[in-house]
Nanobody, 119 residues
Framework: QVQLVESGGGLVQPGGSLRLSCAASRSIRIFNVMGWYRQAPGKQRELVAAIPNGGLINYADSVKGRFTISRDNAKNTVYLQMNSLKPEDTAVYYC?????????????WGQGTQVTVSS
């Protein structure tokens, strides 16, 4: 198990930027994929960006060109740089750590951080 703590959320105007951080309680090298998800009111949780431990980074079409995910294995931290924010980016953002063993996936989640884009 791992504890994931997100930070960096807040209120920002449209066109602004935020950087989210996800600090893990243990080495993130063991996880196959680290990712960011978001959930807006009345909507299902959706993948925003995922960065595997090797392999291609994956972004939701709605954030491509605006968001950048990165990981610092030495600090056990994953980041989400969000630029050109839009009101539709408003949601609770969750950090995810995925461990794949054989055919089984184990997911760990943070508590979430609120991002509100509004003028």
């Amino acid at each position: 198990q791992v504890q994931l703590v997100e930070s960096g959320g807040g209120l920002v105007q449209p066109g602004g930027s935020l950087r989210l951080s996800c600090a893990a309680s243990r080495s993130i090298r063991i996880f196959n994929v680290m990712g960011w998800y978001r959930q807006a009111p009345g909507k299902q949780r959706e993948l925003v960006a995922a960065i595997p431990n090797g392999g291609l980074i994956n972004y939701a079409d709605s954030v491509k060109g605006r968001f950048t995910i990165s990981r610092d294995n030495a600090k056990n931290t994953v980041y989400l740089q969000m630029n050109s924010l839009k009101p539709e980016d408003t949601a609770v953002y969750y950090c995810n750590a995925k461990l794949v063993t054989g055919l089984t996936e184990y997911d760990s989640w943070g508590q979430g951080t609120q991002v509100t884009v509004s003028s």
